[in-house]
């Protein structure tokens, strides 16, 4: 089969041919349908902290379709459209007891999206309602964590909620707030590309940042935030969640900053911020994403700005860690 490898740090993605994979006892094997980029994939090939073990294929955005079954599997069948957890779990530790496997760290995760074929433990595949395509099974990975940090933050029927960024986090966050019970809604990013797409998702208003960006947030919200959800993933950007929130309020960190971030307690002190850093989710969680776009309400897919295939990876990968006009970019390794 032919994969995109990462081979070393801070350089391309390397096409290679592979040996194809065969299912192991209790897995399924699948062609990969549609694989989406996610901004971690780009943060740890970089030579951050956090990086891939060299000769990892990444990609944990996917959906495919099963071409072959393990022995002991039920339930799965060939010919099923499938996507999956991109994590296992080793079953006896805090985040496994809590049904996060994202946050085991004794147990293998479940990437290799950048491919044309990969295996799959069936205890973390979710079969698609039919109403459902390749390309929805691969937005349900980027909704969960979106689902997810609502979930943890609590938010109540009614409150304020400012949403900082419009990338696809921020995006997958308005859709959750919107359907969660927010009471209003504001998206505030540098530019006003994704203005439409943002109030397509859920958002009440839009703002730039810039000159009297407080006031015009508490203009727009009607009182200052209860909840702030960052999701820039940049320097800078937790402080500015603290300036904005209201006293007694909670920020959520969702943009995964990799580098050192400087804030003054003191400031989310006198205003009693509380903070929270939600990573992961669960079964259940993509489980509900999957049943709330099976009802077919906002379509996600509005979230894809290209498909692109498996050849163009390497360039693709490059290109998106400079300033793009892209979304959500989903790989296409094989024509469904």
Request: with cysteine.
């Given at each position: 089969m032919?994969?995109?490898?990462?081979?070393?740090?801070?350089?391309?993605?390397?096409?290679?041919?592979?040996?194809?994979?065969?299912?192991?006892?209790?897995?399924?094997?699948?062609?990969?349908?549609?694989?989406?980029?996610?901004?971690?994939?780009?943060?740890?090939?970089?030579?951050?902290?956090?990086?891939?073990?060299?000769?990892?294929?990444?990609?944990?955005?996917?959906?495919?379709?099963?071409?072959?079954?393990?022995?002991?599997?039920?339930?799965?069948?060939?010919?099923?459209?499938?996507?999956?957890?991109?994590?296992?779990?080793?079953?006896?530790?805090e985040a496994c007891y809590r049904g996060n496997l994202a946050l085991c760290h004794n147990a293998p995760g479940v990437m290799g999206g950048y491919a044309e074929l990969m295996r799959v433990p069936a205890s973390v595949a979710l079969k698609l309602p039919a109403t459902l395509s390749a390309a929805d099974g691969a937005l349900i990975e980027p909704l969960a964590v979106g689902l997810y940090a609502m979930r943890m933050s609590h938010i109540q029927p009614g409150d304020r909620v400012l949403i900082l960024g419009a990338g696809s986090v921020a995006l997958c966050a308005i859709y959750w707030a919107k359907r969660l019970g927010a009471g209003r809604i504001v998206a505030m990013s540098r530019s006003a590309r994704r203005k439409p797409m943002a109030l397509q998702m859920g958002a009440d208003a839009f703002l730039q940042y810039g000159e009297n960006e407080t006031g015009n947030v508490v203009e727009a919200l009607g009182g200052a935030p209860d909840a702030v959800f960052e999701c820039v993933g940049s320097q800078g950007f937790l402080g500015k969640a603290i300036q904005h929130v209201r006293?007694?309020?909670?920020?959520?960190?969702?943009?995964?900053?990799?580098?050192?971030?400087?804030?003054?307690?003191?400031?989310?002190?006198?205003?009693?911020?509380?903070?929270?850093?939600?990573?992961?989710?669960?079964?259940?969680?993509?489980?509900?994403?999957?049943?709330?776009?099976?009802?077919?309400?906002?379509d996600p897919k509005i979230l894809i700005s290209s498909v692109i295939p498996l050849d163009d990876l390497p360039a693709t990968f490059e290109r998106l860690r400079d300033p793009n006009n892209e979304t959500k970019v989903q790989v296409a390794p094989l024509t469904p």
């Open positions: 032919k994969a995109a490898v990462y081979r070393e740090q801070g350089k391309p993605l390397v096409l290679e041919t592979l040996p194809d994979p065969a299912p192991a006892a209790g897995e399924v094997l699948i062609k990969v349908h549609r694989c989406g980029i996610c901004g971690t994939d780009l943060h740890m090939t970089e030579g951050h902290q956090w990086q891939f073990q060299p000769g990892t294929v990444p990609g944990h955005e996917y959906s495919g379709e099963i071409v072959e079954v393990g022995p002991g599997v039920t339930g799965l069948k060939r010919g099923d459209l499938i996507t999956a957890l991109p994590s296992t779990g080793c079953g006896h530790c006293d007694f309020g909670q920020v959520i960190s969702m943009g995964f900053c990799t580098s050192p971030d400087q804030l003054v307690p003191a400031m989310a002190g006198f205003k009693g911020v509380s903070l929270q850093f939600p990573v992961g989710y669960s079964l259940k969680d993509f489980q509900y994403v999957a049943d709330v776009m099976d009802a077919g309400y906002v």
